[in-house]
């Protein structure tokens, strides 16, 4: 784990500062004025180990009901840009003798170490401007495939015409409006997915030698490849076998690949990233375009069965548990999946030509997978690519040539509203939340929209 730091910078109201005084617990490091007493520390490393099982974004922090110090409020204050430390300023109140405190906690992201997105968009977050864009080497034939973030860090993975060209970019935004490409690299045919981890990035390739890479980010200056895994049991030949897309949860790699000869849907574990093994495959007999992994279930959005929801439970025998197909599945794929609290949110591809009765985005009750049924659906008259949900808003990554992002209420999931749409320059293929911004890639020309909120 990564060292914390706890600076209580303040100090009683009836006393002065005198020294400084330094304990260190494990690999955490408390740094206290001497007059706080040591009761402090004592609290503060109770804190730590309430925070480590949190999810850091959250805002709400308790400490332990033996403080001396009651909770008053918290306050998001900065984040550093590559460690992703969350740094949080507590308000405390000394219980026995009535005087406020201010404590500034620097903690690491546990979420974002874990594969998680952090998105803190609320109800304040609206009218939705582009802040930024990261435009890809013109003299490099990439089409933009897939975006992850970690820290200030964009990791833009890409598939090039030419084997020369670099597949992954890796960018800085801690200017959102001027952000700027750092580094690059050319891992081999190409990349159709990304997502990061700590100090590794997971990338779903489309070469012979194998369908997942790791790639070192320690240095995201430097990128380098660490590891080339394939998958036991599926031959890559034509097209067929080779990544396609993954997620990434708990130290494992849920990837899903183009129809194969053997198992498109694998499980990986990654804990020791030099040496990945495979855990558990499942056979969808059609290619994978997205997977969403949550603890038990797995949900997958395909062509043939456009939602399956699968039992991973067990992570070494995946079981199917039930799968939703809407009219127009002959022509319409299952592209995109978001998870709203009991809800799942499918989005699929126009088919072609719009039909006005065969809808692209569905609000699905899963609670029984065997009969899962439609809350809400609508007519987005464009391929939904990708879905975001925070709150009480759905974000849209669509193909309309003129509403690429779309901005979606559903305070009531029984009837969705269209609030705001942005216009990009081109189709919008993938979409993510880092706390209070969204970004979208755009296929061609290869971009990466900043998009911001204009309260």
Known sequence: MSTIEIIIASMLLSTTIASVSLLAIGNTRLIADSQLELFLLSDARLYLDDMEQAVVGSREYSLSTTSRYTFAETEKVAYNSFSELLKTRIKLKNTSFGAPLSVTILAPDFGRARG???????????????????????????TVKDIAVGGHFLYIASNASTVADPDLTIGEFEDPEHPTIISTLNTGPGLEAVKTAGTSAFAANTGVAGQLEIISIDNPNAPALQTTYKIPGVTISGGRGIGRTLAYKDKKVFIGLTKA???????IDVSVTSTPSLLGSFETDTLINRIVPETGRTYIATPESELMILDTENLNVPLLLGSFTASGFGTQDGKSIALHGQRVILGRTVGGFNNPINHELFILDPT?????????????????????SNDNFLFLAT??????????????????????????PGKAVRLICSHNLLFAAVETPPAVYIIGSTQ
């Not at 997105?117 to 304040?124: L, Q």
């Not at 003129?402 to 990009?424: H, R």
């Open 116 to 142: 998680e997105d952090i998105c803190t968009i609320g109800d304040t977050w609206i009218s939705p401007v582009v802040r930024g864009a990261l435009t890809l080497n013109s003299n490099h034939s990439n």
């Open 399 to 424: 193909g309309d040539p003129t509403k690429e992002f779309q901005v979606w209420n559903i305070s009531d999931e029984t009837s969705p509203t269209l609030l705001e749409t942005v216009d990009l």
């Open 261 to 267: 000869d053997g198992p498109e849907f694998n499980i």
């Open 368 to 388: 029984d997978p065997s009969d899962i049924h439609t809350v809400a659906s609508r007519d987005i008259a464009a391929s939904v690519n990708d879905i975001v």
